[in-house]
């Protein structure tokens, strides 16, 4: 089993705290093994066909993030949102296509982006960013089993990592979980680069959720 060492809650930002505070009460109650089995952990499932996206959005301009994109690496929850991420330098033709597609835009995000509605009915949540890993994280996507752009693993534990919601970080531990040490070793260079601050909580966050996996 591994050796679950006690971590102090440090300063500084709301998020930063937070994330501290999930992972110290987490720690407190960790035990091996998980409510569902080995197999329903090890499951992926795509029941959203989101290829609606190709049809409106040019290759290379999108990764779908949030709650679908988990489902590439961790058995599928429940979600009615689709979520995207383009560059900041791309949203006014990237809206323009949305309109002239049927969308309509509903209103500004809290965080950069906007909230649309597809002609098709589709919730979707378009988030923007001039940031360097953005741009990485579009040019280097995963494809689900659609054909559709999926974020990599790295980046979205990042975006997660970063927002610091409860379902942020349980998303993390489940994924980081079932991952391999390549690709864990991949999320670490990820956030060295780009969120040193968060490297220790995210390796606590994988130790909880390989927990899961043992008997």
Same mark, same amino acid.
């Given at each position: 089993?591994?050796?679950?060492? =006690?971590? @102090?809650?440090?300063?500084?930002?709301?998020?930063?705290?937070?994330?501290?505070?999930?992972?110290?009460?987490? +720690?407190?109650?960790?035990?091996? $093994?998980?409510? !569902?089995?080995? #197999?329903?952990?090890?499951?992926?499932? &795509?029941?959203?066909?989101?290829?609606?996206? %190709?049809?409106?959005?040019?290759?290379?301009?999108?990764?779908?993030?949030?709650?679908?994109? /988990?489902? +590439?690496?961790?058995?599928?929850?429940?979600?009615?949102d689709?979520?995207?991420?383009?560059?900041?330098?791309? @949203?006014?033709?990237?809206?323009?296509?949305?309109?002239?597609?049927?969308?309509?835009?509903?209103?500004?995000? !809290?965080?950069? $982006?906007?909230? &649309?509605?597809?002609?098709?009915?589709t919730?979707?949540?378009?988030? /923007?960013?001039?940031?360097? &890993?953005?741009?990485?994280?579009?040019? /280097? =996507? *995963?494809?689900?089993? %659609?054909?559709? =752009?999926?974020?990599?693993? =790295?980046y979205?534990? +990042?975006?997660?990592?970063k927002?610091?919601?409860?379902? %942020?970080?349980?998303?993390?531990?489940?994924?980081?979980?079932?991952?391999?040490? *390549?690709?864990?070793?991949?999320?670490? /260079?990820a956030?060295?680069?780009?969120?040193?601050?968060?490297?220790? %909580?995210? #390796?606590? +966050?994988?130790?909880? $959720?390989?927990?899961?996996?043992e008997?």
């Amino acid at each position: 089993m591994n050796q679950v060492k =006690p971590l @102090a809650v440090k300063q500084g930002t709301k998020q930063a705290r937070f994330r501290r505070q999930f992972i110290v009460l987490a +720690l407190k109650r960790a035990r091996p $093994g998980s409510g !569902s089995s080995i #197999e329903f952990l090890r499951k992926r499932t &795509w029941s959203k066909d989101v290829a609606i996206l %190709d049809t409106i959005l040019s290759p290379g301009s999108y990764v779908i993030i949030g709650g679908v994109a /988990t489902r +590439l690496y961790m058995p599928e929850r429940m979600t009615l949102d689709l979520d995207i991420l383009i560059l900041a330098q791309d @949203a006014t033709s990237i809206y323009k296509r949305l309109k002239q597609a049927g969308g309509r835009q509903i209103s500004e995000l !809290s965080i950069p $982006g906007s909230q &649309w509605e597809l002609a098709d009915g589709t919730s979707l949540d378009v988030l /923007t960013s001039d940031d360097e &890993w953005a741009s990485h994280s579009i040019r /280097t =996507p *995963n494809y689900s089993p %659609d054909g559709t =752009p999926v974020i990599a693993l =790295p980046y979205l534990v +990042l975006m997660k990592l970063k927002a610091s919601r409860a379902q %942020d970080l349980a998303d993390i531990s489940r994924m980081l979980g079932a991952a391999t040490e *390549n690709s864990l070793q991949s999320v670490r /260079t990820a956030i060295k680069q780009y969120f040193p601050e968060a490297l220790e %909580d995210m #390796e606590s +966050l994988a130790m909880l $959720g390989r927990l899961e996996y043992e008997a």
